[in-house]
């Protein structure tokens, strides 16, 4: 058999993207695992994104997001637009946002004159530090029914260890079966996912950036390699 061939079958394609604009976005606030909704921009973006990956014709085989009405819409739409909303699509909180404990629902401008650049800093890219912690979490069915227990603030290093797992089990085996897979969820989830990906060090994930409604593709070998990278944007 012909090697290059036999490279070519086994490549697979891995498109991650994050939601539209949300309220929140718009807003400047804190979100994690706080559940709004996308603005009208953010649909637009959504919708706009999906019609770009539509001209790559990208035949995916599963769609992955998280718990988070968000990240749902904004799949939802892309499917759509690239006239594959049949496919199976998973939905798990290993994907949801960091949780933002107590600063969730806070004008970020205002925590910031607050604590300082340094402090605010740290909560928002660092890959260690926790953010002061909820009081009282909501008991919501959608975790109760999945047996977990809402957090009441995590690290990027917390989302990290939580998302990993689901990658390791569910998004990787379909890949290395040359099954081309959508995930579509959020900022820092994303974040920590590229970070495994790439293999990013823990000081150098904090200038990683991913924004709204703009989709990465990633190319992989059959061990996952990465051959390309592109961004939509």
Request: no cysteine; net charge negative.
């Amino acid at each position: 058999m012909d090697k290059r061939v036999s490279e070519v079958d086994y490549m697979s394609k891995l498109v991650l993207m994050r939601h539209g604009e949300s309220v929140a976005n718009y807003n400047h606030t804190f979100t994690g695992w706080s559940d709004v909704s996308l603005t009208d921009e953010g649909r637009r973006e959504a919708h706009e994104a999906g019609r770009k990956l539509n001209e790559l014709q990208i035949k995916f085989d599963d769609a992955h997001t998280s718990y988070l009405k968000r990240a749902i819409i904004s799949e939802n739409i892309v499917l759509s637009e690239i006239n594959q909303l049949w496919i199976p699509q998973h939905k798990t909180w290993r994907l949801n946002e960091r949780h933002y404990g107590a600063l969730r629902g806070q004008n970020k401008q205002k925590v910031r004159a607050e604590v300082g650049d340094e402090q605010f800093m740290m909560w928002r890219r660092s890959f260690e530090a926790v953010p002061p912690r909820l009081e009282v979490v909501p008991d919501l069915r959608r975790y109760h029914d999945a047996g977990i227990d809402e957090p009441r603030a995590e690290s990027l290093k917390m989302a990290y260890q939580r998302l990993v797992p689901y990658w390791i089990d569910e998004i990787a085996p379909r890949l290395m079966n040359n099954h081309n897979q959508l995930v579509i969820a959020h900022g820092s989830s994303l974040r920590a996912l590229i970070k495994y990906l790439e293999n990013i060090d823990d000081l150098g994930i904090d200038g990683v950036e991913v924004g709204n409604a703009e989709p990465i593709i990633y190319t992989l070998d059959h061990d996952l390699r990465i051959l390309k990278k592109e961004i939509l944007n």
